[in-house]
């Protein structure tokens, strides 16, 4: 990594001179390596979201932008918002009973979207927390008790926790049964895992959720033995009930003859961060009140970290994130610039957007289709560009999802692909991994620009030495001639479902699961051999596929079977983690969100 000691103010004058409007409007590579050069330099320190550093790279968009002659919306181009960091127990965590004294981080935990508050309470046993009534399935844990103003006790999981997929999965979140109980009227939910569960019963971890929001009641986990003391009245214990509810399939609900009194008190760390947003307005009266979105990501991974989402968690060094995503955001500024300059511009007008914390599970993006600065409505199209700076110079192919949630879209795409430096592979899906999963979940149509994933990615050698500026250079132009028949054509594409608009449910028995088949009769393989993929699990709309041999993790090894479990042991619920498998010679590196 090379140090760039130089401000932002020179670095907009020497690198990123903005052409007068008698020059021809172009894309220029040189402007690419500079606008990279910058953003992802030592000096701007990874540019995490809500540091002085991941300002620094904001206000150099704003700058540009306004430096084109675009309109600045939000406070001065900026729309901020909170977003959480870390989570941390309060001083004032206690819970107690008659004969019981519970110590926070031992037998128990508020979990990191309890409420901070105190809640002395009579406490109900409710099962799995279900209320399921539909044409195949009939369960309610409530019905036989009152649970108004109590504590309810919960076991995590379902009866059918060791099946591969139960119909009961859509029910077995923690934020499920949450609403469950807040529905029937309790004041506080407590959270327990059977022993068939999970045997070793640890305490859930106090991380960061994405997308993080508190509840508005207490919520607690606690472990077996302090469960049975609660139980004791009964003469009954968690393990008795988790095997009374799977052998019967039917409630087993109790009142509990106990007072719990407890103090949560949960810290969220929250930071302001921002989306950089500028509007080209469009020349035509009508079709000016519509909108395209050309956005990209800014924000990445700072110094790394355990828990940053960085591949080489043990190294604390500065992620420069020139291809993730630095590459995305030179490519919207250039084509920002070649749109401001050109002499005839479209008739729609395009929103420029800068995303922050796309990298924390796509908040900024979210917060944007949230509170629109524009009618959200007459959104008619996003072009989301997220790693578009390592196009291979031997198999150039650019990856293009979304290609299924307009109708035509294929088509359009297609027809402007001819005569390039690349070969297009498409995919139809509308959700994924980064930004423009936020507005396809609005309804909006959305192509995503991709060119894959390599070893530097979420590391700390992802520098601007690695991209194929030339390369980038091909993408921004087949975006830009896109964007620019859209942006004037009389139609526009009709919204269609291609593919959910959420992540994949992978997660059983409390466990992530990543939804793949194990080959065991595999022997004298350097890795872990999958022998099927679950049609619809996170493995499957990663690309993984049967035959594919996993060999890391997140960046750590993955020698056989046992290592992977060992692996998966670490992630939790809407982690999203990069896996590196063979498929034949050829090294891939997927990113399965679970």
């Known amino acids: 990594m090379k140090l760039i000691f130089i401000s932002i103010t020179s670095l907009i004058l020497l690198h990123c001179a903005i052409p007068m409007q008698n020059e021809q409007a172009a894309i220029s590579e040189k402007e690419i390596y500079d606008h990279i050069s910058y953003l992802a330099s030592d000096e701007l320190e990874g540019r995490k979201p809500g540091t002085p550093t991941g300002d620094k790279a904001a206000d150099y968009i704003a700058k540009h932008f306004n430096q084109l002659g675009l309109t600045l919306l939000g406070e001065n181009g900026k729309q901020y918002f909170e977003v959480v960091t870390s989570v941390t127990l309060g001083p004032h965590n206690s819970l107690s009973a008659p004969g019981i004294e519970a110590i926070a981080a031992q ?16 406490v109900s046993f409710v099962g ?23 504590w309810v006790m919960i076991l995590r999981g379902t009866p059918e926790n060791e099946a591969r997929s139960s119909k009961f999965d859509k029910y077995s979140s923690l934020r499920h049964k949450l609403l469950v109980a807040r529905d029937h009227g309790a004041a506080g939910v407590i959270f327990v895992s059977g022993s068939k569960f999970e ?3 640890e305490l859930i971890d106090l991380r960061i959720e994405r997308n993080l929001s508190q509840a508005t009641l207490p919520v607690i986990h606690v472990k077996r033995e302090l469960a049975d003391q609660i139980l004791a009245e009964t003469s009954t214990t968690v393990s008795d009930l988790e095997t009374k509810l799977d052998a019967g399939l039917k409630p087993a609900s109790l009142d509990l003859d106990i007072v719990l009194s407890a103090t949560t008190d949960i810290v969220q760390q929250e930071v302001t961060t921002q989306n950089v947003i500028a509007l080209l307005p469009g020349s035509d009266q009508e079709l000016k009140d519509e909108f395209i979105v050309v956005g990209a990501h800014y924000d990445h991974l700072g110094w790394g970290g355990k828990g940053s989402g960085s591949r080489r968690p043990d190294t604390t060094a500065i992620h420069n994130g020139a291809d993730d995503n630095a590459s995305g955001v030179a490519a919207v500024l250039e084509i920002a610039e070649r749109f401001a300059l050109s002499k005839k511009g479209p008739k ?50 650019l990856t293009v999802g979304g290609t299924g949630t307009g ?64 390369g980038e250079k091909a993408i921004a132009d087949y975006a830009y001639d896109m964007i620019a028949d859209l942006g004037s054509r009389a139609e526009t594409f009709t919204f269609q479902e291609a593919g959910p608009k959420g992540p994949p449910k992978g997660g059983k028995r409390g466990k992530v699961k990543m939804g793949i088949i194990p080959d065991f009769a595999a022997a004298n393989i350097n890795g872990f051999l999958i022998g099927g993929v679950v049609p619809g699990g996170p493995a499957a709309v990663s690309g993984m596929e049967s035959g594919d041999v996993m060999i890391a993790l997140e960046g750590l090894s993955v020698m056989n079977v046992y290592d992977y479990m060992s692996r998966m042991a670490e992630v939790k619920s809407g982690q999203r983690v990069t896996v590196e498998v063979m498929r034949g010679e050829e090294k891939l590196i997927l990113i399965v969100e679970l």
């Not at 944007?368 to 192919?397: A, W, Y």
Request: glycine share 6%.
């Open 107 to 122: 037998t128990y935990t508020p979990t990191a979207f309890s409420s901070s508050m105190t809640l002395e309470a009579a």
């Open 128 to 150: 799995y927390g279900f209320m399921i009534d539909s044409d195949t399935l009939n369960w309610d844990d409530y019905d036989a008790v009152d649970v108004k103003d109590k």
């Open 199 to 201: 045997a070793e019963d």
């Open 348 to 397: 729609r007008s395009i929103l420029f957007m800068a995303f922050g914390a796309e990298e924390m599970g796509l908040l900024g993006s979210k917060f944007f289709t949230k509170n629109p600065l524009v009618e959200k409505s007459q959104i008619k199209q996003m072009f989301n560009l997220d790693m578009v700076g390592r196009l291979s110079p031997t198999k150039p192919s």
């Open 407 to 470: 109708k035509g879209l294929e088509d359009f795409l297609l027809d402007h692909a001819s005569d390039r430096a690349f070969q297009i592979s498409s995919t139809p899906d509308g959700y994924g991994p980064s930004d423009h999963a936020a507005f396809y979940v609005e309804d909006v149509p959305v192509l995503f620009f991709f060119t894959g994933i390599t070893e530097e990615y979420h590391t700390p050698l992802d520098d601007v030495e690695t991209i194929n500026i030339s």
